[in-house]
């Protein structure tokens, strides 16, 4: 092994470790605001929190918890709510950081407020039966694929199907391995399903994190070597490299899906107009590749401001539901 690939693996790792740190912090955070997510929202305003030049502000609202994943979409759309919570409605948001997981138990407990990366019907199935009783799902966002993608490059005659991956010669070309994102994923249970429906005993699924596999990619692809990653849609990396999904003839990995918002039991009483805003919250899909690709190139938080203050009309509707009229023009004379 080189030094430069003893270097790159250490990152790797590193950064696996990193995103796992983040996640258990997450966990912690979750377990110990759950009891104060039980009292009254009386006597959550009514405790006094100090302000910045030490006097206390009895009136002070209580931050709403949103849950999101370290996925570039999640961490956008993720953002750009708590952004317009914040900025429209006036009231407080706080960004938590989970396995999607713990993000399902954690609504349906009141532990969070809500989250938006919610897959259904087929990635996130298993977690959405143990808690639809005990949410309130919003409806779709925006639409997504979840598959296993190859650079263009790769001759689609050879491997066009997640079938052709069976032949070990195939899998030799892609070093017998799959590189993959988190382990607690809805994308990654259906790729340890396809491995077993596929027959590949040649190919071994690697865990890793969203960044690792964007990395993974990014370096086979300088190198011109064939690789296959766990990926889905929208994702900045369709705008950036010649992609395609490997063909999936049985379905393993699901269809076109719809990514929802669900919010705790409660919240629509609690605040209605943050439900309301959620229920109206629609992304175009071209704007957000286009979106998700910029956040890439300089910040989440730039792209995100960005588009916002570039698309005021459909701001004013995600928050008022009034839809501006288009100014009538002048007729012209024949």
Known sequence: MTINNRWRNRALIIA????ALLSMQSILRLSTQGEANKETASEKQGS???????????????????????????????LMA?????RHLDQPVDRVMADIGIQYEAVARGDLDMMLMAWLPTTH???????????INLGP?????????????????????????????IAQLFSNKIQGIDPGSGLMQASEKALKDYSLSEMELVSSSGAAMTAVLDRSIRDNRWVVVTSWTPHWMFARYQLRFLQ???????????IHAITRIGLDQDHPKVVAFLSRFRLPENQLDALLLAAQESSTEQAVNNYLA???????YWMTGT?????????TKR
């Open 248 to 258: 999936d003839p049985k379905r393993v990995l699901g269809g076109i899906e719809g």
């Open 141 to 169: 966002m925006y639409t997504g694929r979840l598959g296993w993608v190859v650079p263009a490059y790769v001759p689609k005659e050879q491997v066009g199907s997640i079938n052709d991956l069976a032949k070990p010669k």
């Open 16 to 19: 696996g470790g990193l995103i």
């Open 125 to 135: 199935q298993l977690y959405w039966k143990k808690v639809r009783d005990r949410v």
């Open 82 to 86: 708590e952004k317009l919570i914040e």
């Open 323 to 331: 839809i501006e009229e288009a100014a009538p023009t002048a007729s």
């Open 48 to 78: 006094p929190k100090a302000n910045l030049d030490g006097s206390q502000n009895s009136n002070k609202q209580t931050s709403l918890k949103l849950g999101w994943t370290a996925w570039s979409d999640a961490d956008v759309v993720s």
């Open 310 to 316: 570039n698309n005021q009309s459909r701001v004013k």
